[in-house]
T-cell receptor, first 114, second 114 residues
Framework: DAGITQSPRHKVTETGTPVTLRCHQT?????MYWYRQDPGHGLRLIHY???????DKGEVSDGYSVSRSKTEDFLLTLESATSSQTSVYFC?????????????FGPGTRLTVL | GNSVTQMEGPVTLSEEAFLTINCTYT??????LFWYVQYPGEGLQLLLK?????DKGSNKGFEATYRKETTSFHLEKGSVQVSDSAVYFC?????????????FGTGTLLAVQP
């Protein structure tokens, strides 16, 4: 258990509204990630962070922004939600174990945009 | 580019049957390889990993061997149980930017019947 929680766990919102998802970790990991999971695509990286205020884009970053003002929290914001952003969102941290950079995942947030 | 290809599911087996889920990859250099499992309604859990050619990862009766000559990392289990029913994801880790990034396959649903 990597001590990762996500909130909310479920959310239904309307097109055009802003949405913020929160990832919280308790073990002071430097690297944090946001993925989305969609049928037929597996998981795809949205954004990641390598420290407080240090973030970078992943492969599907359009329409999303992130912030990391403290080590334990990594926020994902949809500025104006669209139906194509209906998905399950997973946060992850990475930890060096047995000399391998290994990622561990939170429980997920199911977002529905109507 | 880097990619992971998994066999299409669903895979339906009877309890105690032998399981193979095929995974092949395309990557430059020497990526680390992973299998993750997702039980219904949950996040992804690391199942096993391997970091170099001919390494065998194993956990909970599952095994996978890193085969560089065939660029494969097939998941096997000798005798599946109903509790193994889940979605299985193969992934590779590639370095780039500030951290290693995971590239996932599309997932394979395994259904084990009593």
């Amino acid at each position: 258990d990597a001590g990762i929680t996500q909130s909310p766990r479920h959310k239904v919102t309307e097109t055009g509204t802003p949405v913020t998802l929160r990832c919280h970790q308790t073990e002071n990991h430097r690297y944090m990630y946001w993925y989305r999971q969609d049928p037929g695509h597996g998981l795809r990286l949205i954004h990641y962070s390598y420290g407080v205020k240090d973030t970078d884009k992943g492969e599907v970053s359009d329409g999303y922004s992130v912030s990391r003002s403290k080590t334990e929290d990594f926020l994902l914001t949809l500025e104006s939600a669209t139906s194509s952003q209906t998905s399950v969102y997973f946060c992850a941290i990475s930890e060096l174990k047995q000399q391998v950079d290994t990622q561990y995942f939170g429980p997920g947030t199911r977002l529905t945009v109507l | 580019g880097n990619s992971v290809t998994q066999m299409e599911g669903p895979v339906t087996l009877s309890e105690e049957a032998f399981l193979t889920i095929n995974c092949t990859y395309t990557a430059t250099g020497y990526p680390s390889l992973f299998w993750y499992v997702q039980y219904p309604g949950e996040g992804l859990q690391l199942l096993l990993k391997a970091t170099k050619a001919d390494d065998k990862g194993s956990n909970k009766g599952f095994e996978a061997t890193y085969r560089k000559e065939t660029t494969s990392f097939h998941l096997e289990k000798g005798s599946v149980q109903v509790s193994d029913s889940a979605v299985y994801f193969c992934a590779l880790s590639r370095s780039g930017g500030a951290t290693n990034k995971l590239i996932f396959g599309t997932g394979t649903l395994l259904a084990v019947q009593p």
